[in-house]
Structures are given as C-alpha cells and as structure tokens.
C-alpha cells in the first residue's frame, strides 16, 4: 500500500521560510518521480516542483528562485525547502507520485503565509 505523509506546514510571515517533507512507504523511492503541488482556497490544484529519480528538478515560473525541492532516497522522503514566502503561496501543499497506471497522494499540510 502506497502512503505519503506530508509535514512541516505552519503559518510564517511574508518573507519567511519553511521546510516541507514527505515520507514515502509501499513504492520504490529511488526510481519514483515525486511532485509538490498546491491547492489555495477556491482555486484548482497547480504543480509547484517536480523531481526526478535522476534528481534532475523543475519548478513552476512563480516559485523559481525561492522554493527548492530535494530528496533522500536513504530515507524515502522529497522535500520542499521554501524561501521568501508571500502571501499567495498560501495553500494546502501535497506530494504526489505515480506507478503502475496510478497516481497517489498525501493527506496534504496547510501553508498559510500571513502577519
């Protein structure tokens, strides 16, 4: 069975930083591609940071420069290290992979950027 738990939300003030993880059970890790996406209130879900099993990254043009994804293949967990946060980064963040025809998904964690 395939889980991913996602930690490390909170409330941060504009400008700030915070560090997302997600921890990975039931897939091969070090061969998965794992995603970050977002989901801000009344709006659809949008793809923030890709990952590759290479390592190789990607981001979304409003997150480049200031978030980072990364990951541990020891520890089966990708993470999203974000800097000089804004107001409109606030969602609820989730992580996301594939396999086998599937997709899957964590419970996500609330990111709320405010003063």
């Known amino acids: 069975q395939v889980q991913l738990v996602e930690s490390g939300g909170g409330l941060v003030q504009p400008g700030g930083s915070l560090r997302l993880s997600c921890a990975a059970s039931g897939i091969i890790f070090s061969e998965s591609a794992m995603y970050w996406f977002r989901q801000a209130p009344g709006k659809q879900r949008e793809l923030v940071a890709i990952?590759?099993?290479?390592?190789?990254?990607d981001y979304v043009e409003f997150v480049k420069g200031r978030f980072t994804i990364s990951r541990d293949n020891a520890k089966n967990t990708v993470f999203l290290q974000m800097n000089r946060l804004k107001p409109g980064d606030t969602a609820v963040y989730y992580c996301?992979?594939?396999?086998?025809?599937?997709?899957?998904w964590g419970q996500g964690t609330q990111v709320t950027v405010s003063s």
């Open positions: 996301n992979t594939n396999g086998a025809g599937r997709e899957y």
């Open positions: 990952i590759l099993s290479s390592g190789t990254t």
